[in-house]
């Protein structure tokens, strides 16, 4: 079954503390993005990958960092959490894009930092 | 921010009536996309239009696209409970950059 995978789905941590979250895709996609969720916000794209080894900043990048070490996995890293950074996160993918392409969502991260 | 802006942001009708959502974006696009969220979850592709195409269907949904207003609709015909969720509306620029708007709540009362 073709699926964008997120681990973990709930995750509550304390200020400062790194933590990783994983995304794994299984439909070869080119491209990934991570996007985080906030009321009244909707999706904003923290960071996106073309392909391996080649990531961008979105519109919200700070505090985040990401790799693309495999054409499969994405993952997020926050280095020193805030409680600002508390919000829903989403891993999506795609084939690198065309007039065409439609993007596949994961479950969702729900992150909390105090 | 060429995020796209929706209206409206919440949206309550009875089941059977038809639910109309808007999008507007700032500039040219690629391709416009609707997604449906229910309840904090992840997001499920709906209907993709093309920047070259005015209208698409799909089962009971009804896109428009209009480039000169830089708008889109999106139309549910004959509603059901089971479509209540959120909707989002997502463009996509240049080819690489994808942009959400902030979402329509829709309530369908049974």
């Known amino acids: 079954e073709a699926q964008v995978t997120q681990n973990p789905r709930y995750l509550i941590t304390v200020t400062g503390k790194k933590l990783t979250v994983t995304c794994s895709q299984n439909m070869n996609h080119e491209y990934m993005s991570w996007y985080r969720q906030d009321p009244g916000l909707g999706l904003r794209q923290i960071y996106y990958s073309m392909n391996v080894e080649v990531t961008d900043k979105g519109d919200v990048p700070e505090g985040y960092k990401v790799s693309r070490k495999e054409k499969r996995n994405f993952p997020l890293i926050l280095e020193s959490p805030s409680p600002n950074q508390t919000s829903l996160y989403f891993c999506a993918s795609s084939t690198f894009f065309r007039t065409s392409t439609e993007a596949f969502f994961g479950q969702g991260t729900r992150l909390t930092v105090v | 921010s060429q995020q796209g802006e929706e209206d409206p942001q919440a949206l309550s009708i009875q089941e059977g009536e038809n639910a109309t959502m808007n999008c507007s974006y700032k500039?040219?696009?690629?391709?416009l996309q609707w997604y449906r969220q229910n309840s904090g979850r992840g997001l499920v592709h709906l209907i993709l239009i093309r920047s070259n195409e005015r209208e698409k269907h799909s089962g009971r949904l009804r896109v428009t696209l209009d480039t000169s207003k830089k708008s889109s609709s999106l139309l549910i015909t004959a509603s059901r409970a089971a479509d209540t969720a959120s909707y989002f509306c997502?463009?996509?620029?240049?080819?690489?950059?994808?942009?959400f708007g902030s979402g329509t709540k829709l309530n369908v009362k049974p």
């Open positions: 997502a463009t996509l620029y240049n080819f690489n950059k994808f942009y």
């Open positions: 500039t040219s696009i690629n391709n």
